[in-house]
């Protein structure tokens, strides 16, 4: 069974640019969440998918955004890129949307950022 | 407001040994789930257990125990005779249960380092 998976894994950009990451999740999982992680504020909620719809969102910027396809399929855009937003991006699949009865979610390798 | 505080940053200990991590929760919820998660060098999250507020009872999976106390709100999580593999980030994290959501309120993370 194929796990969660992300691309790009490692991305160099420029400030000013703006970026696209990808998951794909666990076949069969419909519920898709984002995370940010850098050494100074640690693991932080971005937002979370299910069913194409924005569930939840976390306290960052509008110039984060996401989306989600019709095949659970997501993705997350940073626009207009600061050096601040160099992390690595953890997504992460859960079967229902609701990590306390699945017991479980399921998280991807990251996409690390550089930002220039 | 939740948070999860875990207050030792980095832990190093000879091959054998026995090591705890502390994880200290903040809720005003009544039914909420806590988490362990091992990061490895590779970047994913690898869930180790779950446990919801109702369950006190101590856990023991192999060389791992984890012991809950809602008395002081604290998760424990336990390895004894550690091994070079057990080498990797450990973060303790909380979720809402009155909501259907996989939102995760981390730790900072402890580093654990075993060294042979």
């Known amino acids: 069974k194929a796990g969660v998976t992300q691309t790009p894994r490692y991305l160099i950009k420029t400030r000013g640019q703006q970026v696209t990451l990808s998951c794909s999740p666990i076949s069969g999982h419909r519920s898709v969440s984002w995370y940010q992680q850098t050494p100074g504020q640690g693991l932080q909620f971005l937002f979370e998918?299910?069913?194409?719809?924005?569930?939840n969102k976390g306290n960052f910027p509008g110039r984060f955004s996401g989306r989600q396809f019709s095949n659970s399929r997501s993705e997350m855009n940073v626009s207009t890129l600061e050096l601040g937003d160099s992390a690595l991006y953890l997504c992460a699949s859960s079967l229902a949307g609701v990590a306390g009865n699945t017991g479980e979610l399921f998280f991807g390798e990251g996409s690390r950022l550089t930002v220039l | 407001a939740q948070k999860v505080t875990q207050a030792q940053t980095e832990i190093s200990v000879v091959e054998k040994e026995d090591v705890t991590l502390d994880c200290v929760y903040e809720?005003?919820?009544?039914?909420?789930?806590l988490f362990w998660y091992k990061q490895p060098p590779s970047g994913e999250l690898v869930f180790l257990i779950r446990r919801n507020s109702f369950d006190e009872q101590n856990e023991i999976s192999g060389r791992y125990s984890w012991n809950f106390q809602k008395s002081t709100s604290s998760f424990n999580f336990t390895i004894t005779a550690s091994q070079v593999v057990d080498s990797a980030v450990y973060f303790c994290?909380?979720?809402?249960?009155?909501?259907?959501?996989?939102?995760?309120?981390f730790g900072t993370g402890t580093r654990l380092q075993v060294f042979p």
């Open positions: 998918y299910f069913s194409e719809t924005q569930r």
């Open positions: 809720t005003r919820d009544t039914t909420y789930y």
């Open positions: 994290a909380l979720s809402e249960a009155s909501y259907n959501t996989d939102k995760l309120i």
